[in-house]
């Protein structure tokens, strides 16, 4: 087999080698078509089964009360940043949206485009460079909101909401960077958008999840027909041709999600691998500085963190590609180091970047 690197690629990131692996062996022939699944109509049987059992495996794995739909789209988070005030913002409705890094404030810009000022910031964290949550005081909810809007896990900044945000309006989520990374309880939940390429599959496939009273909420019929979340279920997301191929691999991911023992396996691995990462930066207190002010509020999936200088930084990331590591350079905006540890790192991954991080403290500390 072909060398592999450990990736700790922000996104799109590394994906499980198993389902790659079903995707290499059925890629000429894919369900005895003598084709591949990127060959075929759409309305071909073969990729309905396909397309049917990503959407019933998100449902399976996310534990979906009979009352939500699961749609496919594509345009990514961003079509949805779009489309969810597009279609629940009708008849001066109006929205808040919680301000916890750069994804957030994109949301709630795009949302401004649509709804002017009936989009508003219920809390921010801008003013400590969304190092941190707002605490549960620091919300100010307007109680004529239709929805609430957060985002779960700030991919840039490596903040997560463990606990979600104190409101009884239904809630909106971007869980591009996090979703299927424990269970969680859904009945909350109006609407969840991801993007699959962090957590479940290549770019080009966006997970949403649409409960049917939010669903009822999307009236308007002025919108181009692609932009309305009711066509897309009404058609089972199969309005127009689907990303076929991101859909397949996407099921493969989901498939090998539910052998592996489902989310509460996932959860497992997802938190040993955050007490390996953050005691080895917590041990080291003067070398490793973390971005994020709260423990609390650190995620599982994305951790930034300082070194001392711009040079050590830099030597940092060259040795660990020496090593076998790629995708730790920090976000442009941050700097640093930024480690993200999706569902397909695995602890293994981590716990080698953790015995290259005690070395290269012993050596340069
Ligand atoms: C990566 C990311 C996005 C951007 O997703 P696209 O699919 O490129 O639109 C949006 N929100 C979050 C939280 C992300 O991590």
């Known amino acids: 087999m072909s060398h592999r ?41 073969e990729y309905d089964a396909v397309h049917g059992e990503a959407l019933s495996l998100v449902r399976e794995l996310l534990g979906l009360p009979a009352n939500f739909k699961v749609l496919l789209l594509q345009g990514g988070a961003h079509l949805s940043f779009a489309m969810i005030p597009l279609n629940l913002l009708q008849s001066g409705r109006k929205a808040d949206y919680v301000l916890t890094g750069n994804w957030a404030e994109k949301a709630f810009k795009e949302a401004k485009l649509v709804g002017g000022d009936n989009v508003r910031a219920a809390a921010s964290t801008k003013d400590v460079k969304f190092a941190r949550l707002p605490k549960a005081g620091e919300y100010a909810w307007n109680s004529d909101a239709a929805y ?38 859904v009945s909350k939940f109006g609407l969840i958008y991801a993007g699959a390429q962090k957590n479940l599959g290549p770019s080009g496939v966006t997970v949403v999840i649409i409960r049917d009273d939010i669903l009822e909420m999307c009236e308007a019929q002025d919108l181009p027909s692609y932009l309305r979340f009711k066509i897309h279920a009404e058609k089972n997301s199969l309005y127009n041709t689907p990303p076929c191929f991101g859909v397949y691999i996407l099921r493969n991911v989901l498939a090998y999600n539910k052998s592996i023992g489902g989310l509460s396996a996932i959860e497992a691995n997802n938190r040993k ?62 700097g640093g180091i930024r480690v993200s540890t999706y569902n397909a790192v695995t602890v293994d991954n981590v716990a080698t970047l953790t015995a290259f991080m005690e070395d290269f403290v012993k050596k340069n500390g």
Not at 29 to 45: L, N, P, Q, Y
């Open 273 to 334: 691998k955050g007490e390996l990462l953050y005691g080895c930066i917590d041990r080291h207190p003067g070398f490793f500085k973390p971005f994020v002010i709260e423990n609390a509020d650190r995620s599982f999936m994305n951790v930034d963190f300082f070194l001392p200088t711009e040079e050590l930084t830099d030597m940092f990331v060259k040795e660990a590609k020496k090593n076998g590591m790629v995708g730790l350079k920090g976000y442009r905006d941050i």
């Open 148 to 185: 609430v809007h957060f985002t779960s896990n700030n991919t840039v900044e490596g903040t997560q909401f463990k606990e979600f945000p104190p409101t009884d309006k239904p809630l909106i989520c971007d869980m591009s960077s996090d979703i299927m990374w424990r269970p969680f309880d």
């Open 5 to 45: 690197v450990i990736n700790f690629y922000a996104g799109p990131a590394g994906l499980p080698l198993e389902p790659l692996k079903r995707a290499q062996d059925e890629l000429l022939d894919f369900a005895g078509t003598g084709m591949s699944v990127m060959e075929i109509s759409h309305r071909a049987k």
